[in-house]
Nanobody
């Protein structure tokens, strides 16, 4: 299974970005998927997750109301729409896939390579 994250970039505070994560190599039922981020000198932290059927979503408190996670199983792709971005959102964003929902990095067995998001003030 391979995950390919894309869509990062440089944006001003208050702006928006849409991250994508394409999954390949998986057959059968889709994974639970999530987004994590890691800022310099900090641990990787949970941002959002979505269940297999896209009927339930989960967010860290700082993402609620600003970020929206979604997926298109027909395209094997997950998205993270990020609005009202803040400088503290600056980090490398990683997509992840696993068999069970969780908020810890160890709950996910498959990871993308990460995409840099930089929010300037």
């Amino acid at each position: 299974v391979q995950l390919q994250a894309s869509g990062g970039g440089l944006v001003q505070a208050g702006g928006s970005l849409r991250l994508s994560c394409a999954v390949s190599g998986r057959t059968g039922s889709p994974y639970v998927m999530g987004w994590f981020r890691q800022a310099p000198g900090k641990e990787r932290e949970f941002v959002a997750a979505i269940n297999r059927s896209a009927t339930r979503t989960y967010y860290t408190q700082s993402a609620k109301g600003r970020f929206t996670i979604s997926r298109d199983n027909a395209k094997n792709t997950m998205y993270l729409q990020m609005n009202s971005l803040k400088p503290e959102d600056t980090a490398v964003y990683y997509c992840a896939a696993g068999d069970f929902y969780g908020t810890s990095a160890g709950d996910y067995g498959y990871w993308g390579q990460g995409t840099q998001v930089t929010v300037s003030s």
